[in-house]
């Protein structure tokens, strides 16, 4: 975008609490339902500057596999998790075990020939 006043190019920044670096339709898509966004944009050229609240009032989705939603809702927690452990050998042993559960449990094929667990 250029700025309403002299025409150079603006800075975009989508905040608050988001890395400089997040772009609006991030931000947009990762909000939650009544949660704020500050769309801020500046000229650096002539000091024209304009800051834009937006509020999320709800969320529709038309698609999606709650499979998949729930799965990386886990991963993301397991994830967590995993960053608070400060010893490594404890990380090893989860590892380990991981990796002998998945191995210890049965794959099954469907007729699309995809396997399942």
């Known amino acids: 975008m250029d700025c309403p006043a002299c025409g150079s190019p603006v800075t975009l920044e989508v905040g608050p609490d988001r890395p400089l670096s997040t772009s609006l339709s991030d931000a ?41 939603v729930e799965r990386a809702a886990l991963i993301d927690e397991i994830t967590d998790e995993l960053a608070e452990i400060d010893q ?9 075990e991981a990796r002998r559960q998945r191995r210890a449990d049965p794959v099954t094929t469907d007729t699309d020939g995809n396997a399942t667990e």
């Open 88 to 96: 490594v050998a404890t990380l090893e042993e989860l590892l380990t």
């Open 28 to 68: 947009v898509l990762a909000a939650e339902e009544d949660e704020h966004i500050e769309v801020i944009r500046d000229c650096w050229d002539c000091g024209w500057h304009e800051t834009r609240a937006l509020r999320v009032a709800s969320i529709d989705t038309t698609a999606g596999d709650e499979t998949a």
